[in-house]
């Protein structure tokens, strides 16, 4: 069975001579038409087509358009919108299904994979922008929904993070993108890589350049992100492609975040934390409880309710270990001195700390007890960890400390960074002397617990490298 759809009015006859040699010739060579799974397509109507002789009356002669290798072929907006809300329709069917999982770690991972608007990649690109709308707006609609389902489940404070959750993740979004955001430039990607191909196929007929969507893809394109025309130009020597447009297009509402979405000092601050390094790689973790990699229900959607500055309490709470008031974003909870959190996330970066300089060889000691008193003659805590012949030859009295941004009145100054430098001169002021006066150097290793790191806990790189140079694997 071979099915073919031919479409050009020009060559309504040559269509006609070549399916009569196909069907009186190709049987001798193995090729067997099935006319009537056979359809012939022209854009616009041409009257020779349905003259006695030029067709078999049994072939489909489609007027709406037909589907080429899995993409609408036809001028009629409406013929691709139908086809777009069908794989829309389908697409939301899945999420449906997905919500059973109740886990919100694998469906978020499924969601950015393999089962969101990745899943409409294809029909983006081979649809023009202005047939995707109303189905854009309808996905879109639901993916919110399902979102905000997965961040706040049915409490409040879902409205203005939704704009910021379907951005990238090193925009400091979720990475579910919206059929809006990835229709801005999936067609035009595709333009651009396929118009060498389509040039080649049909010489000066149709190349997309000259092709009036193609033209609105490129306009609205530009627009959105203030280039100007000359800016694109499909004929470059290297095309742009999906990647390259969509970072063009998401770094433009990267520098717009802080107008658009009018976010208070406490919401840039944590946005800032997002989109540095790592922070929110649990969220690429595949949940195997084995390896503590799963992470419960009611702790996942805490931390990004917390990251994404959704509060989590009513106004008039206490804190349960200090009876302290405990403000609506839950910042006390994560720093209280009389909770053992705090203590115990400490000692787990020492012990890791530790650890490293164990596997990578070099000596050290944790929790160092070196006898020096404070200037009121009382003993001075030990070193966190003590690394021996470290800097310049000198022992090092490593101190490990974790701020957060949001924590006492001393560091109210949000932007990033502030509170680790803080802490920094804090500890620096209070044990340097003394460390210098017994013959060892003195560093600080902080970490926010936002993710952030200070300078000197690039100490762990170091041992890192050693680590890897020593052929050790951990
Ligand atoms: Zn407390």
């Known amino acids: 069975m071979v099915s073919r759809r031919w479409y050009h009015r020009m060559y309504t006859m040559e269509v006609s001579k070549a399916l009569k040699i196909i069907q009186s010739d190709g049987p001798s060579r193995g090729l067997h038409l099935n006319v009537t799974k056979t359809k012939i397509f022209w854009p616009s109507f041409d009257p020779r087509r349905e003259a006695a002789g030029v067709f078999p009356p049994n072939i489909g002669k489609p007027s709406a358009g037909v589907k080429l290798l899995g993409g609408p072929v036809s001028l009629g907006l409406q013929y691709c919108s139908v086809m777009v809300h069908s794989r829309v329709g389908k697409t939301l069917q899945l999420m449906d299904k997905m919500k059973q999982l109740q886990d919100l770690q694998s469906e978020l991972l499924l969601l950015r994979n393999c089962s969101g608007v990745s899943r409409l990649y294809f029909t983006l690109r081979i649809t023009t922008p202005s047939a995707i709308q109303t189905a854009a707006a309808h996905f879109d609609k639901h993916l919110l929904q399902y979102l905000r389902q997965i961040v706040v489940g049915d409490e409040a404070g879902f409205g203005l993070i939704q704009h910021l959750v379907t951005l990238p993740l090193k925009v400091g979004g979720l990475g579910i993108h919206t059929m809006s955001n990835t229709g801005q430039f999936c067609f035009l990607a595709s333009c651009a890589q396929t118009q060498h191909l389509q040039t080649t196929i049909l010489k000066q007929l149709s190349v997309p350049v000259s092709s009036l969507m193609y033209q609105q893809a490129v306009q609205t394109y530009n627009q959105v992100c203030g280039l100007s025309d000359t800016n694109f130009s499909i004929n470059d020597a290297a095309p742009r492609y999906m990647k390259s447009l969509a970072v063009i297009y998401f770094g433009v509402v990267k520098e717009k975040i802080a107008t658009d979405f009018s976010l208070s000092d406490r919401d840039l601050t944590l946005w800032h934390y997002n989109i540095i390094s790592h922070p929110m790689d649990f969220l690429k973790a595949i949940p195997i409880s084995g390896l503590n990699q799963a992470i419960v229900l009611k702790q996942f959607r805490s931390v990004l309710s917390y990251r994404f500055g959704i509060p989590l ?148 790189a170091e041992i890192k490298k050693l680590s890897s140079q020593s052929g050790c694997k951990s």
């Open 313 to 460: 309490f009513g106004k008039d709470n206490t804190c349960s270990s200090c009876n302290r008031h405990m403000e609506v974003f839950r910042d006390h909870a994560l720093h209280c001195a009389s909770d053992i959190r705090p203590k115990l996330r400490h000692n787990l970066v020492r012990n890791v700390l530790a650890d490293m300089c164990y596997k990578a060889g070099v000596a050290a000691r944790k929790e160092a007890v070196l006898g020096f008193l404070s200037d009121n003659a009382t003993s001075l805590r030990p070193a966190d960890i003590l690394v021996y012949t470290w800097e310049d030859g000198k022992d090092v009295c490593m101190d490990i400390i974790g701020v957060s941004p949001f924590t006492s009145a001393s560091t109210r100054d949000l932007s990033s960074g502030h509170a680790i430098s803080a802490a920094i001169a804090c500890k620096r002021t209070k044990y340097l002397d003394k460390c210098l006066s017994h013959g060892y150097s003195f560093g600080v290793l902080a970490f926010s617990i936002m993710g952030a790191l200070g300078e000197q806990t690039l100490f762990s």
